[in-house]
C-alpha cells in the first residue's frame, strides 16, 4: 500500500483563470444550477447541490465556475441574454421608431416581470450588501448594459433627425423605468403573485412612449 496520501481537492484560487471549455458540458452545468437556485435560493444552495443536479462531478464544476457567485452570474447572463435578444432586435428591425419602442418595451418588461428574472434580482438584492462584487457585477451586465444599448439606438436616432435630445444615456434610463412603472416592483416584492397581463403591458408600455415622444420628439416647424 502506498503511503502516498491522498490529494485533497480544493476550488482554485480566485485568480485562476477558468478551463473548462466545452460548451455543452458548461451548458448542461447552468442547466443543473437553475434547478437548484430557483428551488432552494441562494444561500441554501451549495456547489454539491449543483454538481448532483448536472450530473457532474464536483471536481468539473471547479474547473468550469471558480465559486457559487460567479455560477450564478453565468446563469442569470446566459438566460437574461436569451431573452432580451429579441427585445433589442425590435429596435433594429422596425423603422417605425414609435412602432419600435413599442415593442422593444414589451419585450423588455415581459423579460423582467418573468418568474426567474424575478427570482434572480430578490436573491441578487438580498445578498449584495455581504457580496458587493455580486451585486455590481449584476448590475453592469444587465441594467446597465441594457440602458448603454438603448441609449446607442437613441443616438442613432438623432443623428436620423427623429429625436431631439441632448442626453441619450439619460433618455434611456427614463424610457426603461416608463416601462416598468406600476408593473415590475410589485412583482420584486411579491405584491403580485403572478406576471401582468399582456392587455396590463401593452397599456404601460403605450403611456410610456407615448410620454417619451412628448418629450423628446423634434419640434415641427
Given at each position: 500500500m502506498s503511503d502516498i496520501a491522498e490529494p485533497i481537492l480544493k476550488p482554485p484560487s480566485r485568480n485562476r483563470r477558468i478551463a473548462g471549455g466545452d460548451p455543452d458540458k458548461r451548458r448542461q452545468i447552468l442547466d443543473g444550477a437553475l434547478d437548484v437556485f430557483m428551488a432552494r435560493g441562494f444561500d441554501a444552495a451549495s456547489m454539491s447541490d449543483i454538481a448532483t443536479?448536472?450530473?457532474?462531478?464536483?471536481?468539473?464544476?471547479?474547473?468550469?465556475f471558480e465559486d457559487k457567485e460567479h455560477l450564478f452570474v453565468a446563469l442569470i447572463e446566459r438566460e437574461r441574454e436569451i431573452q432580451r435578444m429579441g427585445a433589442f432586435e425590435?429596435?433594429?428591425?422596425?423603422?417605425?421608431?414609435?412602432?419600435?419602442?413599442?415593442?422593444?418595451g414589451e419585450g423588455l418588461v415581459r423579460l423582467l416581470v418573468s418568474d426567474f428574472?424575478?427570482?434572480?434580482?430578490?436573491?441578487?438584492?438580498g445578498v449584495a450588501e455581504r457580496m458587493p462584487e455580486l451585486g455590481r457585477e449584476f448590475?453592469?451586465?444587465?441594467?446597465?448594459?441594457g440602458t448603454q444599448r438603448l441609449s446607442a439606438y437613441l443616438?442613432?436616432?438623432?443623428?436620423?433627425?427623429?429625436?431631439?435630445?441632448?442626453?441619450?444615456?439619460?433618455?434611456?434610463?427614463q424610457f426603461?423605468?416608463?416601462?416598468?412603472?406600476?408593473?415590475?416592483?410589485p412583482r420584486l416584492?411579491?405584491?403580485d403573485r403572478f406576471p401582468p397581463t399582456q392587455q396590463d403591458i401593452r397599456r404601460v408600455v403605450a403611456s410610456a412612449v407615448a410620454m417619451f415622444l412628448a418629450r423628446?420628439?423634434?419640434?415641427?416647424?
Open positions: 443536479a448536472a450530473n457532474v462531478s464536483k471536481g468539473t464544476l471547479y474547473v468550469y425590435a429596435l433594429n428591425d422596425d423603422p417605425d421608431l414609435a412602432h419600435a419602442l413599442t415593442r422593444f428574472a424575478v427570482s434572480a434580482q430578490r436573491i441578487v438584492l448590475y453592469e451586465r444587465g441594467p446597465m448594459q443616438r442613432r436616432k438623432r443623428q436620423e433627425g427623429l429625436l431631439s435630445i441632448d442626453d441619450p444615456d439619460l433618455a434611456a434610463a426603461l423605468d416608463l416601462c416598468q412603472s406600476t408593473l415590475v416592483r416584492f411579491n405584491a423628446y420628439a423634434p419640434e415641427r416647424r
